[in-house]
């Protein structure tokens, strides 16, 4: 086997690797071994007809195309290891003279993993910042609570709509004072802060009597998902028929009761302030990591492939992609929906990946330097929680994750929280 390598532009490499024809020659052989038992030809058992039959039977080019999918890899490795390369995403193929009888000839356009000079990660200086837990926090909390067992009661004839109250109401759009079909509705239930209506029609409301027109005027959005209307004015005749209050339960030992296990008001108010002091930790504990990480990052000098950055591009788009369908709505509803497009998207998380692999590549970095591992004890006990989470048995998970082969992406992680962790660990106090 040749290699010659040449550079190419974006920090890219171009491989060209010969395969000596005898060499091709068996790989082709092989081959077709491979697809005699898996045909039927008549008048022979099953791997025995010859080749030229097999050829005649499926065609010369499947031949090929079976023989280079199978071989090519083996020999493009066996190039990498030769010139020393750690690729940084797949790479793109190209066949150059891929015949019987002649050298295997194909291209490798390669990005390689970039070199990665490391800077201060051990020590970092991070400061903890923890807030403070307000009374008015805690009150607030606390009001959170009385809300969500308030109840909904009939407001007398002469009340006037406020913010968050429930009202049934009349409404007639019109658009260049003409009426438009969809925009009217009768006795609509309509929750006053919801955001359930066009922006800027549920603020209008608020002060309105019962049984008295009101005019509300609003601007259709230029997204809307009625086109004729989409960035209209339009104004809407609305009379309100009734208006329910929310009203709150007293703050009492009783609705302590209620909402917990405790038994006073001081009780609740202590317990909610440690809870949320607790958070408050917690928070300032993660923002600290995630400091760290991100100075480790900023601290590591290295040129990153473009290649590297528009591949975690793709991958996050196609995550988000999955989330979607996990939630019963197309891709491509949600870029109509959004008014955005394939482009607008990956500008837009073209930062976040750049950083995401200025992240991975400190981390691998490190690893290296610290000569950490990962050992079989680690992936159990990483198997171990993933199981806790889906409740299922560690074995299922690990089978599942076997068979999808996922288990060098479940050591990478690994690997990663492994690193993080010892930043993290060694932050000056």
């Not at 998970?397 to 479940?410: A, S």
């Amino acid at each position: 086997m040749k290699v010659t390598k040449e550079n190419a532009d974006n920090q890219q490499v171009v491989l060209t690797i010969e395969v000596p024809a005898e060499d091709w020659e068996k790989a082709i052989n092989q081959a077709v071994k491979r697809i005699a038992n898996q045909v039927n030809i008549p008048g022979f058992r099953r791997g025995k007809a010859p080749r030229r039959l097999i050829e005649q039977h499926v065609g010369k080019e499947a031949v090929l195309d079976e023989a280079y999918e199978q071989y090519g890899p083996k020999v493009f490795n066996e190039a990498l290891k030769e010139e020393n390369i750690e690729l940084a995403v797949y790479p793109q193929f190209e066949r150059v003279t891929c015949e019987a009888g002649k050298d295997l000839v194909f291209k490798a356009t390669v990005t390689p993993k970039p070199e990665v000079k490391l800077g201060e990660y051990k020590g970092l200086k991070i400061e903890k910042k923890v807030e403070e837990v307000t009374d008015e926090q805690v009150e607030k909390h606390i009001e959170q609570l009385r809300d969500r067992k308030a109840t909904m009661v009939d407001a007398p004839a002469d009340a006037k709509v406020a913010d968050k109250d429930l009202i049934t109401l009349d409404f007639k759009g019109f658009v260049d004072g003409e009426a438009f079909e969809g925009g009217e509705g009768k006795d609509y239930p309509l929750q006053i802060g919801s955001g359930s209506f066009i922006p800027g029609f549920e603020d209008q409301l608020i002060g309105a009597e019962i049984g008295k027109e009101v005019e509300v005027k609003v601007r259709f959005p230029e997204e809307y998902h009625e086109k004729k209307l989409a960035d209209k004015d339009a104004v809407f005749k609305c009379t309100v028929n009734k208006i329910k209050h929310k009203e709150l339960p007293a703050l009492d030992d009783d609705f302590v009761k209620s909402v917990s296990a405790l038994k006073t008001v001081d009780e609740l108010k202590k317990d909610v302030r440690e809870k949320m002091e607790k958070a408050a930790e917690t928070k300032a504990t993660n923002e600290r990591s995630a400091a760290a990480i991100e100075q480790a990052s900023q601290n590591i000098t290295v040129t990153i492939p473009p290649a590297m950055v528009d591949d975690r591009v793709e991958q996050m788009i196609r995550e988000m992609a999955m989330r979607l369908e996990q939630q019963g709505m197309q891709f491509e509803q949600y870029l109509k929906y959004s008014g955005s497009d394939i482009n607008k998207l990956r500008e837009e998380y073209r930062e976040t990946a750049e950083k995401n692999v200025r992240t991975d590549l400190m981390l691998e970095a490190v690893a290296k330097a610290e000569g950490l591992k990962v050992e079989a004890a680690d992936i159990d006990a990483e198997i171990a929680m993933m199981a806790q989470m889906y409740g299922a048995q560690p074995a299922q998970v690990k089978k599942i994750v076997q068979q999808q082969g996922r288990l060098g992406d479940l050591a990478v992680t690994v690997m990663r929280r492994k690193t993080a962790k010892l930043i993290v660990d060694s932050l000056a106090d």
